[in-house]
Nanobody, 128 residues
Framework: QVQLVESGGGLVQAGGSLRLSCAAS????????MGWFRQAPGKERRFVAA????????SYADSVKGRFTISRDNAKNTVYLQMNSLKPEDTAVYYC?????????????????????WGQGTQVTVSS
């Protein structure tokens, strides 16, 4: 069982920046690809970014490409989401997720159902 805890959310003005962190339990953090998803009230949970086990590969949703950066520090069992140039439409609860390696372990998944463990979420609110 993997436990994930997000932090770093809060209130920020449009154009500002936030860095989210996701701390993972266990001793096998480096075995999991990691992803960030977000969910606005009344809307579906959507993919934001993903990173491979080693951190060598990343993937981003078109809506955040060029503004957000996902990274990880396996020695600290932590994945990060640096969010710059924030927009009001970025307002959502942000979740980190862990993807247990499988037959297609080399693929960075963008579907929420592909992820096996989830954090509790952290609220990001961007004001205009």
């Amino acid at each position: 069982q993997v436990q994930l805890v997000e932090s770093g959310g809060g209130l920020v003005q449009a154009g500002g920046s936030l860095r989210l962190s996701c701390a993972a339990s266990g001793r096998t953090f480096s075995s999991y690809a990691m992803g960030w998803f977000r969910q606005a009230p009344g809307k579906e949970r959507r993919f934001v970014a993903a990173i491979s086990r080693s951190g060598s590969r990343t993937s981003y949703a078109d809506s955040v490409k060029g503004r957000f950066t996902i990274s990880r520090d396996n020695a600290k069992n932590t994945v990060y989401l640096q969010m710059n140039s924030l927009k009001p439409e970025d307002t959502a609860v942000y979740y980190c997720a862990a993807d247990v390696p499988g037959a297609l372990g080399s693929v960075l998944q963008i579907v929420a159902g592909a992820y096996d463990y989830w954090g509790q979420g952290t609220q990001v609110t961007v004001s205009s």
